[in-house]
C-alpha cells in the first residue's frame, strides 16, 4: 500500500466527492476501500489534527473533491459511484497516475498534494533519452563524472579525498565503496567542509555545478538536433510533450493542492490537444545556481490564434544522498500553477 500521506490525499478528494465525512462510514461507502486503507487514513489523519496547517490542507483537499462533485452535478450525474485505485498504481512517480474513478461518469482522477516535481529520475533520463523521445528509465551513469570529471576530481581533492579516503582518484574511491553505508563518512565531512563555508571548497563546489550545467544544457541540445535532423520528428516530439506536461490519450481530472491552493482541472486528450495547440520546440539553457540547474523551455503555438508562448521547467542535479554518497538524479520542476497552463480547463472551486 502506499504511504500514509498519499492513502489520505487521495481518499480525502474521494471523500469531498461523495459529501462524505472523515470518519469509517463514509469511507467504506468508496469502492475499493478496505479495512487496512481505513486504518492507514485514520492514522494519518491523527498527524493532520495535532498541525493547523496540515489540517488547514486536509480541508482544502476536501473541497476540491467537492467541487469535482458539484462540477459533475452540473453535468447531469446524480449519486457518484467513487472507486479508490491509487493502492494499485505501480508506475513511475513522474507518470500522470490515476488515483480514483468515477464509474458512473467514466472519469478518472489523479491526485497531487503540493507537489512542484514533474519528473524524479536520472539525469541520463532527462537529458539523454527524453530528447530523443525514449521513454525507459536509463540510470547506468554517474552523470558527475559523465559531463565534469575533471572539475569532480578537483572537488575530490580539494575536500581531502586522497587522505581521507586512501583512493587517489575519486573513480578508485567508487569502485571501493559500492554502497552508501560505506560512503556516509566521507560525505559527512564534505557537508561539514560546506557548513564551515571552506572558500576552496565552495569554488571547487561553483566550478563543478558549472560544468555539469553546461554539459548537461549542451547534451540535451545536440539530442534535440539529433532527433529533428529525423524525417517524421514531430510524431517523436508528441511523445516528449506527453512525458513531460502529463497529457495522455484519454482525457482525465488532475486535483488537490498546488502553490498552496485547492484545484480541478481536467486536462483533455492528446488528439483533442492537438487540434488546438502545437508543439514547436525545447530548448535547454543552463542556470547558475547553488547546484547544477538547467532550464527547459517549451515554445508552442495556439492555434485558435497563431499567439506564440513559452513554458519553462527547471532541472536540478544532485546527488541522491549527500555529496559522493549516491548516483547523481534529477528532479523536474514546475514553476508555475497547473490552472494557468493554457490548455487545461479550470474547474472554479
Given at each position: 500500500?502506499?504511504?500514509?500521506?498519499?492513502?489520505?490525499?487521495?481518499?480525502?478528494?474521494?471523500?469531498?466527492?461523495?459529501?462524505?465525512?472523515?470518519?469509517?462510514?463514509?469511507?467504506?461507502?468508496?469502492?475499493?476501500?478496505?479495512?487496512?486503507?481505513?486504518?492507514?487514513?485514520?492514522?494519518?489523519?491523527?498527524?493532520?489534527?495535532?498541525?493547523?496547517?496540515?489540517?488547514?490542507?486536509?480541508?482544502?483537499?476536501?473541497?476540491?473533491?467537492?467541487?469535482?462533485?458539484?462540477?459533475?452535478?452540473?453535468?447531469?450525474?446524480?449519486?457518484?459511484?467513487?472507486?479508490?485505485?491509487?493502492?494499485?498504481?505501480?508506475?513511475?512517480?513522474?507518470?500522470?497516475?490515476?488515483?480514483?474513478?468515477?464509474?458512473?461518469?467514466?472519469?478518472?482522477?489523479?491526485i497531487k498534494e503540493n507537489?512542484?516535481?514533474?519528473?524524479?529520475?536520472?539525469?541520463?533520463?532527462?537529458?539523454?533519452?527524453?530528447?530523443?523521445?525514449?521513454?525507459?528509465?536509463?540510470?547506468?551513469?554517474?552523470?558527475?563524472?559523465?559531463?565534469?570529471?575533471?572539475?569532480?576530481?578537483?572537488?575530490?581533492?580539494?575536500?581531502?579525498?586522497?587522505?581521507?579516503?586512501?583512493?587517489?582518484?575519486?573513480?578508485?574511491?567508487?569502485?571501493?565503496?559500492?554502497?552508501?553505508?560505506?560512503?556516509?563518512?566521507?560525505?559527512?565531512?564534505?557537508?561539514?567542509?560546506?557548513?564551515?563555508?571552506?572558500?576552496?571548497?565552495?569554488?571547487?563546489?561553483?566550478?563543478?555545478c558549472e560544468k555539469v550545467?553546461?554539459?548537461?544544457?549542451?547534451?540535451?541540445?545536440?539530442?534535440?538536433?539529433?532527433?529533428?535532423?529525423?524525417?517524421?520528428?514531430?510524431?517523436?516530439?508528441?511523445?516528449?510533450?506527453?512525458?513531460?506536461?502529463?497529457?495522455?490519450?484519454?482525457?482525465?481530472?488532475?486535483?488537490?493542492?498546488?502553490?498552496?491552493?485547492?484545484?480541478?482541472?481536467?486536462?483533455?486528450?492528446?488528439?483533442?490537444?492537438?487540434?488546438?495547440?502545437?508543439?514547436?520546440?525545447?530548448?535547454?539553457?543552463?542556470?547558475?545556481?547553488?547546484?547544477?540547474?538547467?532550464?527547459?523551455?517549451?515554445?508552442?503555438?495556439?492555434?485558435?490564434?497563431?499567439?506564440?508562448?513559452?513554458?519553462?521547467?527547471?532541472?536540478?542535479?544532485?546527488?541522491?544522498?549527500?555529496?559522493?554518497?549516491?548516483?547523481?538524479?534529477?528532479?523536474?520542476?514546475?514553476?508555475?500553477?497547473?490552472?494557468?497552463?493554457?490548455?487545461?480547463?479550470?474547474?472554479?472551486?
Amino acid at each position: 500500500m502506499a504511504r500514509g500521506q498519499t492513502v489520505f490525499s487521495e481518499l480525502t478528494v474521494a471523500l469531498g466527492i461523495i459529501n462524505g465525512r472523515f470518519n469509517k462510514k463514509s469511507l467504506l461507502a468508496i469502492k475499493n476501500v478496505g479495512i487496512s486503507g481505513v486504518e492507514s487514513f485514520l492514522m494519518e489523519m491523527s498527524k493532520y489534527e495535532s498541525s493547523k496547517n496540515k489540517w488547514e490542507n486536509a480541508l482544502k483537499l476536501l473541497k476540491a473533491g467537492q467541487a469535482i462533485g458539484n462540477w459533475m452535478c452540473e453535468q447531469g450525474f446524480g449519486k457518484l459511484d467513487v472507486s479508490w485505485i491509487g493502492h494499485e498504481s505501480t508506475g513511475s512517480v513522474e507518470q500522470a497516475s490515476k488515483d480514483l474513478e468515477i464509474l458512473n461518469a467514466n472519469w478518472r482522477i489523479s491526485i497531487k498534494e503540493n507537489s512542484n516535481i514533474l519528473i524524479n529520475g536520472s539525469p541520463e533520463r532527462v537529458f539523454e533519452k527524453l530528447p530523443l523521445a525514449e521513454t525507459d528509465k536509463g540510470r547506468g551513469k554517474d552523470w558527475f563524472l559523465h559531463t565534469a570529471s575533471d572539475e569532480l576530481q578537483s572537488y575530490f581533492s580539494t575536500c581531502n579525498g586522497e587522505r581521507i579516503t586512501g583512493c587517489t582518484t575519486v573513480v578508485d574511491y567508487y569502485e571501493r565503496t559500492k554502497n552508501k553505508k560505506d560512503k556516509r563518512a566521507f560525505s559527512k565531512h564534505v557537508a561539514k567542509l560546506h557548513r564551515e563555508k571552506n572558500e576552496a571548497i565552495l569554488n571547487a563546489y561553483s566550478k563543478l555545478c558549472e560544468k555539469v550545467s553546461l554539459g548537461s544544457t549542451e547534451i540535451f541540445n545536440n539530442q534535440i538536433l539529433k532527433l529533428k535532423a529525423e524525417k517524421n520528428y514531430k510524431k517523436k516530439f508528441e511523445i516528449i510533450f506527453h512525458e513531460f506536461f502529463r497529457v495522455n490519450s484519454v482525457r482525465y481530472i488532475l486535483a488537490g493542492i498546488d502553490k498552496k491552493e485547492p484545484f480541478v482541472i481536467i486536462l483533455n486528450p492528446s488528439s483533442e490537444w492537438g487540434r488546438m495547440f502545437e508543439f514547436l520546440d525545447i530548448k535547454a539553457i543552463s542556470k547558475k545556481a547553488g547546484q547544477p540547474e538547467v532550464l527547459l523551455r517549451f515554445y508552442f503555438k495556439d492555434k485558435t490564434n497563431n499567439q506564440l508562448f513559452d513554458i519553462d521547467l527547471k532541472a536540478e542535479i544532485r546527488w541522491s544522498h549527500g555529496k559522493f554518497c549516491g548516483n547523481p538524479e534529477c528532479k523536474l520542476y514546475k514553476p508555475w500553477r497547473y490552472k494557468d497552463l493554457p490548455w487545461v480547463k479550470d474547474v472554479i472551486l
